[in-house]
């Protein structure tokens, strides 16, 4: 074989003779090639047949891609096994059971919406897919009740848990966690079959080891007696402990697999050098790792910033304004960007203000607009209603928000006449109840009062004098919404408003933003940290960068070391330049940094360089004296005797201020 483009340890990989040997790869090691190469290696110089090899990934899109760039290296008609666990199950049961069928996705989700309707109003795809994945979860990592962490109320999770297994049982199918369970189950019980797949694929090499869960490993283990397994991972890069995988597959393999070995990959052959070395003083931090190296094969640097913004909105327009310059320059097309951030909530704002400023995209996540919320839908329904009340499927959206005790008789009835007039005088004709015609009539008082007022009042008209937040609260009591988030789109929604002349030119831009696509494969990337893994950009902005949000604390399942690895992650998407966005506060407060920049060492810790009765110059508002030093925060009195506070690394960083 030539090995001349392989380093010293990717060759030592590729050659190694023991039996049990894990790669640990860190981002931009080549571990792909790595990968390929041992097969090649196994079939070309050990005389391995093709067949006696299974190549275990974890996505089909990885599979195919491995399986192309074999048959691309190796023209042989015979070929090892390629495919995720799933499939290599599958392939297992297919000889042992009559017949198999599998739910299909859409089957599965239409069950749990139906199912989870009964308890949950205004239900989100994410509760469904959260839901999805819990069961998931409780199955492959035998798991009992009391000790997950469900999306929903445990009772309504074991509910949906016992009728989803029942409606697979009565109609004789399986999903692929089963596929999992019912391999694992017969390789336990019966030894014959056991050894014949021993036999059968006594090689096997795994892609993204660190992303294995309980399952999996013991699939692996009971194959593993006398054969070689071959794994390539890197546990700083294991970001899905919500669907079973831990980090200490990788720390502990020789724990797991007898005399197994590690192997170290050292170069980054992906980033410059100041991308490598903040990465590595971030990851550092975390315990449950594999002591290693990692060094930049890359002689030019990269661009490593961080930017405080005032808020989030100038968050979007300096990135807006960033991504616009550098197009610009005719040295990055649109593609070589990618926005990224800790939730899918995150990137429904940044689409509307790329909409607005004509940026091309494409977002990784489906549920990706901001105005097909529920939040959103009952706003503009009575915005609409304010400036039309004819539109009676408005009036209807929003007659029981919050809850006024309008039967949906009514409603139908509503909905079915055909005359055009105003749509509370088309209720007053019919016959209802004295206490009914009252909330009606208050209501159409609010609807009236409502379209004189000025534009930036009409949210908090609705939600304080309409009482729209009382519907809030109700649903985040009952269904265990987030109502710091539902505040968060709020907030996002009037930003958005003040950006128009008038609510007729809102409503009209929301309609536009519906139907226009402008989700372009040539686009921005605009993603989660977790929806990018395994992918590379030029220039990689993280944006709202605090305390809270990444690390996300509010997360029942909060682990501080997996939060550290997707930010990790996250920054090792970037080849040239990356970008660090802090907004400074909220719509509700300031916010901190997050502690992930500080221990990228961006942010120094030494704050005793000023003490009280020091006089200072800050840029906007002039002379002061400092009153107050805290670990994070200045207090200082202005010459009108205004007493503010800030936080010392926004003022440091933005050269706020200047001893006098």
Known sequence: MDFKSMDFYQKKAITHDRNNVLVVAPPGSGKTCVILNRLIYLIKEKNIEPKNIAVITFTKAASDNMKKRYKHIWKHNEEPFFGTFHSFCYRILCTQLKEINLIKEKEKYDLLEEVLKNYINNLSEEKVKGVLNDISLYKNNNLNIENINCTVDKEIFYNCYLVYENYKNNHNILDFDDLQIKCRDIFQN??????????????????????????????LRLLNEDNSLFAVGDEDQCIYGFRGSNPNCMVKFDKYFSHGEKVFLYKNYRSGKSIVELSKKLIQNNIVRNNKEIHAYNKFLGETELVFAKDEKEQLNIICQNIKSLIDTKKYFY???????????????????????????????????????????????????????????????????PFRYISKTLTDKLLSNNIKDNSFHLIYDMDISIMNLKIIKSLEKCIDRLSVLPMEKTIDYILNN?????????????????????????????????????????????????????????????????????????????????????????????????ERRLFYVGITRAIENITFFIPEKDSVQYLLPSRFIKECHFISNNYNELKKGDIVMHSYFGKARVERVEQDKLSLIFNNKLLRSFYIDSLKFNNLIKRE
Do not use: W
């Open 466 to 562: 309409i009482s729209y937040m009382d519907y809030i609260e109700y649903y985040v009591n009952k269904y265990k919404g987030d109502r710091e988030e539902l505040l968060y789109l709020i907030n996002m929604m009037k930003e958005s408003l003040m950006d128009f002349s008038s609510i007729d030119e809102f409503i009209n831009y929301v309609e536009k933003a519906k139907e226009e696509n402008n989700f372009k494969e040539q686009g921005v990337t605009l993603s989660t940290i977790h929806g990018v893994k395994g992918m590379e950009f030029k220039n990689v902005f993280i944006i709202n960068c605090n305390d809270g949000n990444i690390p996300y604390t509010k997360d029942t399942n909060y682990n501080l070391e997996e």
């Open 335 to 401: 593609k070589d960007f990618a926005i990224i951030y800790r939730r899918n909530i995150e990137g429904l704002y940044i689409i509307d203000s790329f909409l607005k400023n004509n940026i091309p995209f494409r977002s990784l996540q489906r549920s990706t607009n901001l105005y097909d919320h529920f939040l959103y839908k009952d706003i503009i329904a009575y915005l609409k209603l304010s400036l039309n009340k004819q539109d009676k499927k408005s009036l209807i959206r929003i007659i029981n928000r």
């Open 190 to 219: 019966n030894k014959d079959i056991l050894i014949r797949y021993r036999n059968k694929y006594p090689y096997i090499l795994v892609d993204e080891f660190q992303d294995c869960d309980n399952m999996q490993i013991s699939i």
